[in-house]
């Protein structure tokens, strides 16, 4: 459903309740909430008895409204929400929001009942949000169909909060509200039985009047568009925050190769974030400050942030807060320092975080320097003061000055700059008001929050940076190969470099191939049916190539005896490797995201490190080596204790054919692994490879 279809939906002005009661204290929570939020359309109380209630004009049928009406807020009992859907269509309306619950959420019948709503909905042309859906508030257009409590005063503005879950819509508006930030818009999804999360996020995206959206999602559906959506978010420069719960279902035939366990419960669905810019929240209050921010601030360049408070026990907070969590501060330059150090007294530090010391206790008018001099260091995108901010009464008048020339220092830097306080408080509205006329007009909740909120801007602000990349991947080839030799023929034929190896199908054959490598050889078994060779004794290392020939039998008989019926097609020898480093890569097909590529430090480091990167395809160059680099074991291929360093660009290269060799093998494909990519120096080969195929 594209988003225009869904304007209408979302601003419907005059509304039926079905179900109105003034004795039912849903029937009074929905009443309460137009007033509240200040619908300004007309609203119709629908019942049995076609009794007025909460003092709105009482109707036994939606026939009977005289005049057109827009949409139907249903919250009669689950039973007769089918016949309210026929009372809806006869009487022309075609938007509906589902209060009632005891559906899918209560059980079996629930979940029956629930498709017959789906299905009469779809026959009869309605769209509907929910059932067991607290409706949404739209604040930006003035259209209201919801339970979703406010406190007051409601304050508008440009966020956007969308849930399956009523209670968490509830809470993470509660947040907002305390910390003073205005809201757009307000949704609970429910059930999902007709519209979903993704129909709202293509909604919003395309809503002028959101500069934000935070979504709370516990499965995502139609993943195609929800990415799309994303997408276009992205396009937009306007962000979009999640909390997602959940776990992707991994199928069996995936989980035989490692690069299922590398990326862990949910890792695509990081990695599709990653992709389109969305940024992954934990908490409601990480998820609220994330959103207020990007969407006040916008993506900051350069991408780092000068840190700066009149405490030097804050500073070294902040300090370790950025170190936990990943956020790029770097020291000042040389021009910054000198010029801070004309300003500030001799034994003010002038590192990042800045402790401007309590000098600017005595002196705040010197904030109106100082901040200007951080916003011009190359290195700053956006300055944050840390400084308590009143949330009593008497500290308003000691504080206005303070807040006043850190303002003024506001207005006249060259980046954006903004206040944190120390920890999170509660304002009352004249205190949010105040800090307002005094030009706060972004009072961060915390140095923990914030420095979390800084991380995100800061990946979002890189991420946007970063050009998507769009290029086309290889046609399916029709071609499925089974086993290592096979696979390893097809990974070559796809620009991967391969290790020669040689099938031999007696011992005088083996001991011709390994004299023809010459040195060591490795001997492994060669059988489609046998997917983890070291399991069933079928590899020997370093084989001098006199004793291949009896090699040779001895892995066939060991294969033979783990697997009776497995087909053997001979012994594989191939020259021994050793020294450089090893990577695994390998390839799942998301059943949601589509195919994922996982990059991990190869050997025993891949299950004790868990040691990773997960990307949607298509990647190119640049990405695979940021992939490498941003590995733990990076280290292991940038000449680590002497050794030669890789060649980042040819590992790069080989990742990238490996995803495209991925694509090439079609939709049937469930994963793909090359364990291990030998890295050493410039020579890059894939020593092993196993295609795994789904059972559709």
């Excluded at 594209?2 to 309740?17: E, H, K, M, Q, V």
């Excluded at 929240?281 to 969407?295: D, K, Q, W």
């Excluded at 506001?410 to 005094?438: C, G, K, W, Y």
């Excluded at 494909?669 to 410039?682: I, R």
Aim: overall charge negative; some cysteine; proline content about 5%.
């Amino acid at each position: 459903m594209a988003s225009d279809d869904l304007s209408a939906f979302f601003t419907p002005r005059n509304i039926a309740l079905v179900g109105a009661s003034d004795r039912s204290a849903w029937s009074q929570m929905v009443a309460a909430c137009f007033d509240l939020f200040g619908h300004t359309g007309k609203l119709y109380a629908v019942n049995r008895g076609g009794k007025e209630a909460h003092g709105f004009p009482g109707y036994t049928s939606c026939t009977e409204i005289p005049d057109p009406v827009d949409a139907a807020f249903i919250y009669v009992p689950a039973a007769a929400v089918v016949e309210a859907l026929h009372d809806c269509a006869r009487a022309s309306i075609r938007n509906a929001v589902i209060l009632s619950s005891g559906f899918a959420e209560a059980g079996e019948e629930g979940a029956a009942m629930q498709e017959e709503v789906a299905r009469t909905a779809r026959e009869l042309g309605i769209r509907f949000l929910g059932p067991n859906s607290m409706g949404f508030a739209n604040l930006a257009h003035g259209s209201v169909m919801t339970s979703i409590k406010s406190r007051r005063p409601v304050r508008r503005g440009r966020l956007a909060i969308v849930s399956q879950s009523g209670a968490l819509v509830n809470e993470m508006g509660k947040v907002a509200h305390i910390n003073g930030i205005g809201i757009a818009f307000l949704g609970a999804t429910g059930n999902e039985a007709g519209l979903s999360i993704t129909d709202l996020l293509e909604y919003l995206v395309e809503d002028e009047e959101v500069g934000a959206i935070c979504i709370y999602s516990e499965g995502i559906r139609d993943h195609a568009r929800f990415m799309a959506a994303a997408t276009r978010a992205r396009e937009l420069k306007k962000p979009v925050i999640i909390i997602k719960l959940g776990r992707s279902e991994v199928s069996g035939a995936i989980a035989q190769a490692h690069t299922g366990s590398l990326i862990g419960d949910d890792g695509v669905f990081d990695a599709m974030c990653r992709k389109t810019g969305v940024i992954r929240c934990s908490s409601l209050e990480e998820v609220i400050a994330t959103a207020n921010l990007l969407g006040t601030v916008g993506p900051i360049s350069p991408p780092r942030i000068a840190l700066c408070s009149i405490s030097g026990g804050a500073c070294a907070l902040l300090a370790d807060l950025s170190h936990e969590y990943g956020l790029d501060v770097v020291p000042y330059t040389e021009e910054t320092q000198a010029a801070l150090a004309k300003v500030l007294p001799s034994f003010a530090s002038t590192l990042n975080p800045l402790d401007t010391t309590g000098v600017l206790v005595q002196q705040p008018e010197l904030w109106k320097e100082v901040i200007p001099i951080l916003s011009r260091d190359e290195n700053t995108g956006l300055v944050i003061v840390g400084q308590p901010l009143p949330n009593v009464d008497s500290e308003l008048a000691t504080l206005t000055s303070t807040i006043e020339a850190i303002t003024a220092g506001f207005r006249a830097a060259d980046h954006p700059a903004i206040i944190v306080d120390f920890s999170m408080q509660t304002r009352s509205a004249e205190q949010l008001a105040l800090l307002e006329r005094l030009g706060v007009e972004l009072p961060m909740p915390g140095l923990l929050i914030t420095v979390r909120a800084l991380a995100n801007l800061q990946n979002w602000s890189k991420a946007l940076a970063r050009p998507m990349v769009r290029r086309a991947l290889p046609a399916p080839s029709g071609e499925r190969p089974v086993g290592e030799r096979e696979t390893l023929a097809f990974l070559g034929k796809h620009g991967v470099p391969v290790i020669p190896s040689k099938l031999a199908t007696s011992p005088q054959e083996a001991v011709a191939a390994a004299q023809t490598i010459g040195g060591p050889v490795v001997c492994k078994i060669a059988s489609p049916d046998i997917a983890h060779k070291t399991e069933a004794g079928g590899v020997r290392l370093g084989v001098d190539p006199a004793d291949a020939g009896k090699v040779h039998d001895e892995i066939f008989a060991t294969a033979r005896a783990y697997d009776p019926d497995a087909r053997i097609e001979g012994v594989l020898v191939a020259p021994m490797r050793s020294g450089g480093a090893e990577l695994i890569v390998g390839v799942t097909n998301d059943p949601e995201w589509g195919l994922a590529l996982t990059v991990g430090t190869g050997g025993v480091l891949t299950e004790l490190l868990g040691d990773s990167q997960t990307r949607l395809l298509p990647i190119d160059d640049e990405e695979a080596r940021d992939m490498v680099l941003s590995l733990k074991g990076a280290k292991l291929l940038q000449g680590f204790r002497g050794a030669a360093p890789a060649d980042l660009d040819a590992v790069a290269r080989a990742i990238v054919a490996i995803g495209d060799a991925a694509a090439a093998l079609g939709p049937q494909l469930a994963a793909l692994e090359v364990n291990p990519l030998k890295v050493s120096g410039s020579e890059i080969e894939a020593l092993d490879a196993l295609a795994i195929w789904s059972l559709a």
